[in-house]
T-cell receptor
Framework: AQSVTQPDIHITVSEGASLELRCNYSYGATPYLFWYVQSPGQGLQLLLK??????LVQGIKGFEAEFKRSQSSFNLRKPSVHWSDAAEYFCAVARRGGGGADGLTFGKGTHLIIQP | EAQVTQNPRYLITVTGKKLTVTCSQN?????MSWYRQDPGLGLRQIYY???????DKGDVPEGYKVSRKEKRNFPLILESPSPNQTSLYFC??????????????FGPGTRLTVT
């Protein structure tokens, strides 16, 4: 079965610094991967998704992610963080190897703290 | 406007008192899902539905029931809630993107407290 690991429970970054959030997946074939953000007290917002093709994916709010099959990773990056980026970030993979019709398997999340 | 709605948004109840959380989508999607979110555990799928009258268990179905009598509605039923079901619940509707690819639309969430 598919699984997702987010190794970092908390990450603290200074405002204006670069960010990389790690995500590792477990799946035999090409996975369908997603990154979501949840601001405090809010719902889930899709940042970006990867299905196939170009391994560098651009998303909203200046985020990007790179799919690396050799490392089973789909890390999220942003060149310069803003205080408003403080939130919980979730990596997810389509369940059962499908396109995501029957839902997603989520990682446990990374809590991002922005230092002034 | 495309949306997934959930009601209620907040609910405090007592152990054993049956409750239903409603979920409705206006996008004519076939697939819908329920998740629960707990600190340190991320989101875990409870149930999903492939179409009217077709449902299947997710990863944490114990203590929950669902029904899908209409395409737009997918209620989550807790027949005898217990404190370990205190959680944040999300309903999702699945948008087809073509070529066997899909994207989840999430509702705003329902915060449930069982005392």
């Amino acid at each position: 079965a598919q699984s997702v690991t987010q190794p970092d429970i908390h990450i603290t970054v200074s405002e204006g610094a670069s960010l990389e959030l790690r995500c590792n997946y477990s799946y035999g074939a090409t996975p369908y991967l997603f990154w979501y953000v949840q601001s405090p007290g809010q719902g889930l917002q899709l940042l970006l998704k990867y299905f196939s093709g170009d391994t560098l994916v651009q998303g909203i709010k200046g985020f990007e992610a790179e799919f690396k099959r050799s490392q089973s990773s789909f890390n999220l990056r942003k060149p310069s963080v803003h205080w408003s980026d403080a939130a919980e970030y979730f990596c997810a993979v389509a369940r059962r190897g499908g396109g995501g019709a029957d839902g997603l398997t989520f990682g446990k999340g990374t809590h991002l703290i922005i230092q002034p | 406007e495309a949306q997934v709605t959930q009601n209620p948004r907040y609910l405090i109840t007592v152990t054993g008192k049956k409750l239903t959380v409603t979920c409705s989508q206006n996008m004519n999607h076939e697939y819908m899902s329920w998740y629960r979110q707990d600190p340190g555990l991320g989101l875990r799928q409870i149930y999903y539905s492939m179409n009217v009258e077709v449902t299947d268990k997710g990863d944490v179905p114990e203590g929950y029931k669902v029904s899908r009598k209409e395409k737009r509605n997918f209620p989550l039923i807790l027949e005898s809630p217990s404190p370990n079901q205190t959680s944040l619940y999300f309903c999702a509707s699945t948008r087809p993107l073509g070529q066997g690819r899909y994207e989840q639309y999430f509702g705003p969430g329902t915060r449930l407290t069982v005392t």
